[in-house]
DNA sequence: AGCACGCCGACT
DNA sequence: GTCGGCGTGCTC
């Protein structure tokens, strides 16, 4: 008999569920390890992952049930990334299945072969809650639990769509399916485009429009699977242009296009260093380079000659808006690129999986997510801006896309290479420890030179009586002038968004608080409401005060929205535009916004972060940061290095063509050691005393941290329960010889958030091994504390609101 | 995570 | 004497 170790697909957060079920024959051939099964547990019928095959089944099982149904004609995982989500439940204290589930994609839809199963047994039928629908469809249950399962169609002719879907709802009948499989397409052929001139497409599509039609495919597409077009068009078709020699059928060839431009001398060598340890295993880099430096061009012949050694390539950047550039830079000459990110649909992203899985992608680009891309034979691993914060994932499994890529890395013999203008501490530190390669790249390619910056005074603007307005220094004002006058784009960044920062009681102080969080609301001219930032809760903007009655409420502060009015105001002749989050939800806008910047219909673009990143305009010359300080004021250790971040990247916009560019900085603190080795693109130096700091104060890299967030709607169950996990973990502090520091328990800087009260407790401790048998042993603990007290567990977390 | 079993209070 | 609260233990 043959047995499998199936782990139960259900989010148990606590523990994992893997029991031994017999496999009736016939028994696959093929390897059963990885594939998904219909088994009951318990009562009810679920889905499992077959973990394990045996012979044989341990002495002290008594009853072993089989498996109802196979649902894959082949594993969707293999046995290095099962390694790899053992790994994930260990390392960031979740669940093995919630770490699969990183791994397999839902695909909810997909399923061939569809049955109907009885959900409910025929001794039990009294019993169950719905008993009443078994009677009326008895029939059709007595026909069920004698034949055990009923095809889907029949099924459908029998009762109807709709009373299936009931039954389904109330749990007495379940649909189950095989996964569609993936085809793929064999003899590896494609077509091309062979003899054809552009100007006989117009003339072919009236003659032959259908023969025109796969021209135009292949002159956008480059290359077609011959499967594929074979499928979609007649054979007299296809026969009709390669007769006329049009097209070509040739054999999909691992030819790499030759790289049109030519490299720098430093570029040269950043790429030698890491293409000859190509095929020597796990090595890491770190690329180093000024924004402009050309990175992207090193990472796009690094990936070539991965792929040339017949290994596959990962790409990994921070969001969707940069993958565009990113696989269009790639695409242009790697042919058979794939693409995952969280826009996708979920058929989209299926459907991509599967053509990995398969091995038809010889590089996957995307984001977060698509660390676990099912790619074999990995090469190189690139993760673009790896200091970015949304390589972490905010919700269990709490992973960082960086340190996943990195153990695939290793567990491949594959390399690793960060690029970064502005590394985060962690990863410079390892550089500077040797574990991994700091490559530097120092200059900006082609004539662009770096921008001059200037550090402005906003006291002085404060003294002499602000003559434009609060926000507006008369430098920038000039500036800004000056450059509308030399017909030059302007860029001004302020990361606030909305019109106002507060509305306040002029009377009283009251501040307008959102009746969800402890926040306070900001106003926005678009909706004309106060809106919570935290909690998208809007509210009309009271015309009393709510505490002392007066009338005299005041919206102060500025955001992106007020910048734009006032900035309309000042420079009425210059076309204006904004850019963040408020605009971006609008559908075609964002991107309008973008393509009118790059052709210079735009004179000043206002935005938040988001117009920081990566995107390139060549003929911004003037670039204004309005409130540098708003950044260095969060209640978080890593403020500044955010800061200097945010400010360089912001910097980096300007002058990224021929033109030179100038960067102003706005402070009330022009002495703040950040602002001026920012301001400097003087990242070594900020490094420097950045990590004196963190030796000091001991905060990572030199510890790690293990966060615990209570929450709960009320605030003195949230105390009761934070006092309890301190007091354990102070025992733990006392039985120790390590170093545990712990902070808290404290109320979060958010203290309520959507209607619950929030505490934390950080533990600090270098051993990372001590910190997750806390944490895990606070989880194996939960049910002593009321179920719907929400204890939230983060190691080394990014994010501490 | 579900679900059944089972032991105590309140209510027909 | 019965209905129902949720603590405890089990799921191959
Ligand atoms: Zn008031
Ligand atoms: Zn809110």
């Known amino acids: 008999m043959k047995y499998v170790d199936v782990l139960i697909d259900i989010a148990d957060s606590r523990a994992d569920h893997i029991y031994t079920y017999s496999v009736p024959p016939p028994v696959p051939e093929k390897e059963l390890t990885g594939r998904r099964v219909l088994v009951e547990w318990g009562k009810k019928k679920r889905e499992g992952y077959i973990i394990r095959e045996r012979d044989f089944i341990e002495q002290d099982i008594t009853h072993v049930k089989p498996v109802i149904k196979i649902l894959d004609r082949e594993p969707v995982f293999d046995s290095k990334m099962l390694e790899l989500a053992a790994w994930i439940a260990q390392t960031y204290l979740c669940s093995l299945v919630q770490a699969l589930r990183l791994i397999v994609p839902r695909a909810i839809t997909g399923k061939k072969d569809k049955v109907v199963l009885p959900n409910v047994k025929e001794e039990e039928m009294l019993s169950s809650p719905a008993s009443f629908l ?46 569609a499989g993936y085809k793929p397409l064999p003899g590896g052929y494609v077509y091309r485009l062979a003899g054809f001139e552009v100007k006989e497409l117009s003339a072919l599509r009236k003659k032959a429009p259908r023969q025109a039609e796969v021209l135009a495919l292949l002159m956008e597409k480059g290359e077609i699977a011959a499967e594929q077009l074979e499928k979609t068009f007649a054979r007299s078709t296809i026969e009709a242009l390669l007769n006329k020699g049009y097209i070509k059928k040739v054999k999909k060839d691992k030819k790499i296009f030759s790289a049109p431009f030519v490299l720098t001398e430093e570029q040269e060598r950043a790429v030698e260093m890491i293409v000859s340890r190509l095929e020597e295993g796990y090595r890491e880099f770190l690329l180093y380079g000024v924004t402009g430096s050309g990175k992207s061009e090193i990472y796009l012949r690094a990936a070539q000659a991965c792929i040339e050694k017949g290994k596959k390539v990962m790409v990994l950047v921070p969001e969707i808006a940069l993958t565009r550039h990113l696989v269009e830079m790639f695409a242009l000459r790697i042919p058979g690129i794939a693409v995952m990110h969280s826009g996708m649909t979920r058929a989209e992203r299926y459907e991509e999986w599967k053509r990995i899985k398969n091995g038809e992608a010889s590089l996957v680009l995307g984001t977060r997510s698509a660390v676990f891309a099912p790619l074999s034979d990995l090469g190189l691993i690139i993760v673009d801006e790896e200091q970015e914060t949304s390589y972490k994932q905010e919700e269990t499994p709490r992973y960082h896309a960086v340190e996943v890529a990195r153990r695939r890395a290793q567990m491949e013999d594959a390399l690793l290479l960060l690029g970064s203008a502005t590394p985060s501490l962690e990863t410079f530190h390892r550089a500077m420890e040797g574990k991994s390669e700091l490559i530097k790249l120092s200059r900006r390619i082609g004539n662009a030179v770096m921008p001059v910056i200037y550090i402005e005074d906003m006291r002085l603007n404060l003294k002499r009586g602000p003559k434009h307005n609060l926000f507006l220094s008369d430098f920038l004002y000039n500036k800004i002038e000056d450059n ?94 904004r850019l963040d989050i408020d605009i971006s939800r609008k559908r075609e806008e964002p991107r309008n916004i973008l393509q009118a910047m790059q052709r210079g219909e735009i004179d000043i673009l206002i935005g938040t972060q988001m117009i920081a990143k990566g995107f390139n305009f060549p ?42 560019g100038e960067v102003v900085i706005q402070t009330y603190q022009p002495d703040n050691l950040v602002i001026n080795l920012a301001a400097k693109q003087d990242y070594m130096s900020f490094y420097l005393e950045e990590i004196r700091l963190r030796k000091i104060l001991n905060y990572p890299p030199f510890t790690n941290i293990l966060r615990l967030v209570v929450s709960d709607e009320e605030e003195k169950l949230c105390q009761a329960v ?56 606070i989880i194996d603990n939960k049910e002593r504390f009321p179920s719907k007290t929400r204890i939230e567990i983060d190691i080394n977390p990014l994010m501490t609101m």
Request: with cysteine.
């Open 134 to 179: 078994v009677n009326k469809y008895l029939p059709f249950f007595e026909e069920l639990w004698q034949r055990e399962e009923i095809s889907l169609k029949e099924a459908r002719k029998k009762l109807g769509k709709e009373v299936l879907e009931l039954l389904a709802r109330e749990g007495l009948i379940l649909v189950a399916g095989v996964y």
């Open 722 to 777: 934070i006092n309890e996990l301190a007091d354990y973990i102070g025992e733990i502090t006392d039985a120790k010889e390590e170093r545990i520091e712990i902070l808290g328990p404290a109320p979060c800087p958010i203290k309520r958030l959507r209607d619950r009260f929030r505490y934390q407790l950080m533990v600090k401790c270098e051993n990372i091994m001590l910190l997750r048998s806390i944490g895990r042993f």
């Open 484 to 577: 509308l006058k030399r017909g030059k784009q302007c860029i001004l960044f302020l990361n606030r968004r909305g019109y106002a920062w507060l509305t306040v009681c002029t009377e009283c102080g009251n501040i307008v608080l959102c009746p969800h969080c402890s926040v306070g609301m900001t106003y926005h001219q678009d909706i004309k409401r106060n809106l919570c930032h935290y909690c998208n809760f809007t509210a009309p903007v009271p015309s009393l005060c709510t505490r002392c009655g007066s009338r005299y409420l005041q919206q102060i502060g500025f955001g992106t929205q007020r910048l734009e009015e006032e900035l309309k105001r000042l420079f009425p002749g210059a076309r204006i535009k």
């Open 619 to 660: 003929s911004v010359s003037l670039v204004g940061i309005v409130d540098a300080d708003g950044m260095l004021n969060l209640p978080d250790f890593r403020a500044g290095e955010r800061a200097f971040q945010l400010i360089v990247q912001a910097a980096g916009r300007a002058g990224r063509g021929e033109i030179p």
